[in-house]
């Protein structure tokens, strides 16, 4: 039981899109370039499971006042993606792991 191996830190709980989500959720203004180094993924994967999240209806995205940066609104009533999970919704995970209300 006590063992650990190569292969027990090959996975995690929680997938890239989650890891982004939750980045997006604690920082709507946040630069994709830090959700990547926060992430340990590329500026270009993340800007992809970005688009990924907007046209599943988890998040929007709009230019910032600045017209610089773009800001991130979070769909909290959305729900999850798996059968076993479908029931609910994202605000859950958001409130637990990313402290959001």
Request: hydrophobic share 40%; glycine share 6%; proline share 3%.
């Amino acid at each position: 039981m006590g063992e650990t191996s190569a292969h027990a830190s090959d996975w995690t709980f929680l997938t890239n899109h989650a890891r982004v989500l939750l980045a997006i959720a604690r920082d709507p203004g946040v630069r994709l370039r830090d959700v990547a180094a926060e992430c340990g993924l590329t500026e270009r994967t993340v800007q992809a499971i970005v688009s990924d999240l907007e046209a599943a209806g988890y998040l929007t995205r709009t230019r910032a006042e600045d017209a610089r940066r773009n800001r991130y609104t979070i769909a909290p009533d959305s729900r999850f993606r798996h059968p076993a999970e479908a029931g609910h919704e994202i605000a859950g995970l958001l409130r637990l792991l990313a402290g959001t209300q």
